[in-house]
């Protein structure tokens, strides 16, 4: 089973919607990133959250941390076409090994429709 | 250019070859990684390096193997390509590793198909 878990899979949204992307771990979260991935193309770091609590903004897009639930929402705001593309979750989680990974979520698959 | 290159961006190799897929960053980090990226399962880390030298398993290491003589550059070779590596595989690049990661600079990915 996957350690991070992104929800939903896919999404489809009208230009000019809210959404939100989840993505929670099965593990202790240290450090939560997100990226994006425009089809074909390698992936663009969006922001990383390590405490707690914290909430980061850019453009149109909020995450949030949620340490106690080990999970992380990201939110876009009056979705656009530039916002089309995979997102994915990643984050540091500690293995049964007890060495340190850093692990990604199978990814969402965002598509604007106008 | 400053960043981190892949080289071939596609290539397509038969059942058995070997094939060697390049990585490059000026930047001078400490760590480097390689992913597959495959429907169904996302990102999953092959190898990664934490210095020059020192190289150490991932999720998926098996048929894969990575050297590191240099800081700046880290190449995966399959030996024997099988079917099943078919995939875009990604390159990145980080100033920290552990607990302490930070962020990861990606490279463009590599199509591979192996007939």
């Known amino acids: 089973s996957q350690e991070l878990e992104q929800s939903p899979q896919s999404l489809i949204v009208q230009e000019g919607k809210n959404l939100t992307i989840n993505c929670t771990s099965s593990k202790t979260l240290y450090g939560l990133y997100w990226y994006k991935q425009k089809y074909g193309e390698g992936l663009i770091f969006l922001m990383m959250l390590q405490k707690g609590g914290e909430e980061k903004s850019h453009e149109k897009i909020t995450a949030k941390l949620d340490e106690k639930k080990q999970q992380s929402s990201l939110h876009i705001t009056a979705s656009q076409p530039s916002h089309a593309g995979i997102y994915l979750c990643g984050a540091v989680l500690i293995s049964n090994f007890g060495n340190e990974k850093l692990t990604f979520g199978t990814g969402t698959r965002l598509t604007i429709i106008p | 250019d400053a960043g981190i290159t892949q080289s071939p961006r596609y290539k397509i190799t038969e059942t058995g070859r070997q094939v060697t897929l390049m990585c490059h960053q000026t930047w001078s980090h400490s760590y480097m990684f390689w992913y597959r990226q495959d429907l169904g399962h996302g990102l999953r880390l092959i190898y990664y390096?934490?210095?020059?030298?020192?190289?150490d398993k991932g999720e998926v290491p098996d048929g894969y193997v990575v050297s590191r003589s240099k800081t700046e550059n880290f190449p995966l070779t399959l030996e024997s390509a099988t079917r099943s590596q078919t995939s875009v595989y990604f390159c990145?690049?980080?100033?920290?590793?552990?607990?302490?990661?930070?962020?990861?600079?990606f490279g463009e990915g590599s199509r591979l198909t192996v007939l």
């Open positions: 390096s934490a210095a020059a030298d020192i190289t």
């Open positions: 990145a690049s980080s100033e920290r590793g552990g607990l302490y990661t930070g962020e990861l600079f």
